[in-house]
């Protein structure tokens, strides 16, 4: 890989030639869907949509040193960085959990972002209370043919496979008999239904099973122990996979800015002074937990407290979101209650709808309430 400094320029000079200017926009938001994804394929044709994986399996075999620079120089041209189900939940799985056959099958697609994944967890009957899902998965012969439904499917109009929990043992006790199952999502026996939100975007969905088929050799780990293998994803879907990333995401800027916008200053200060000290909190929350999860990664580069930190990075961040939103909304006033139409900025509009999705942070992924008690259980060993 070279020193810091040469693979730095190295990579100036790959982004200056592969990174086009009207990628520069920061987000994968402002990008637009299929725009993203053929910028996520560029990235993977080198390697650097997952540089931490190994080599032979698409990845970019970067250290984290490495990794810490292009993620810089990335940021520093507001480059999107590369994100899916399949980079950030599914591929560090299979890294840990997967065996070589199941790796060199389905990870340097995920790499080259050929293959796009959604999650079937939640069922109607199966929220926060995971382990209560009932979708059926029956061995015949050398395939599984699965029967059940899925909802709030993130993703799944778009998606080419699904990583499923479906029951494999209804007689078993309800933790013990699910199995975690991969199969394609475009074949008989598949149905989405999209679920329109107040915006008017589709990317959740309903995802009907019946009498889909799948391998029996992509059960990831063993048959009726999905479980262990489902509570290691969502680990990674929490953040711990990528500690330095969630402190980025909750080192959000823009409320100092918004503030001076909106209300002004008075001696070099924001002119009213109670907005002023919740900023000032929001500011010193998001500078602890950035901090907290720079000692998580040092913490999880040497195998310890890596899984003591997930349900607490997933409460803290989901939290500490809705809390710079709800600031955010007060500082515009009036100026936040648009949702359409004439009358309102374009940012304005973008705000407001800000603001609500962080709504949604402290429910997916596993509720606040759901990450308290396994913080209470797991990591204050407090009895019940």
Partial sequence: MGS???????VRDWLEENCPDDVRVGSRDKLGRERYNEWVRTLGSRGWAAPGWPVEYGGGGLDREHQKVLTEEMRRIKAPP?????????????????????????????????????????????????????TRAVLEG???????????TTGAPHADWIFCLVRTDPDAPKHEGISFLLFPMKQQGVKVSPIRLIDGSEHFAQVFFDGARARAKDVIGPVNGGWTVAKRLLQHERGVSNPEGRAAAGKRKGLVDL?????????????????????????????????????????ARTGQGERQIASMSKFYWSELGKR?????????????????????????????????????????????????????????????
């Fill in 259 to 299: 503030g001076r916008e909106q209300l002004g200053t008075r001696d070099g200060k924001l002119a009213d002074p109670a907005l002023r000290e919740r900023i000032a909190q929001h500011e010193l929350d998001a500078q602890a937990f950035a901090l907290t999860m720079r000692r998580a990664a040092e913490e």
């Fill in 142 to 152: 050398d395939e599984y043919v699965v029967t059940g439904q899925k909802i709030w």
């Fill in 324 to 384: 710079e939103q709800d600031i955010a909304m007060q500082l515009l006033g009036a100026r936040g209650l648009g949702w359409e139409g004439d009358g309102f900025e374009a940012s304005e509009l973008a705000r407001t709808r800000k603001w609500l999705i962080t709504r949604a942070d402290s429910i997916w992924g596993g509720t606040s309430e759901i990450q308290r008690n396994i913080i209470a259980k797991r990591v204050l060993l407090i009895p019940e």
């Fill in 4 to 10: 810091i400094d040469s693979f730095r320029n190295e």
């Fill in 82 to 134: 590369p994100g899916s189900f399949g980079l950030t939940m599914l591929g560090p799985t299979l890294l840990e959990l997967g065996t070589d056959e199941q790796k060199r099958e389905h990870l340097p697609p995920i790499c080259r972002h050929e293959i796009i994944w959604c999650q079937g967890y939640s069922e109607p009957g199966a929220g926060s209370d995971l382990a209560g899902l009932q």
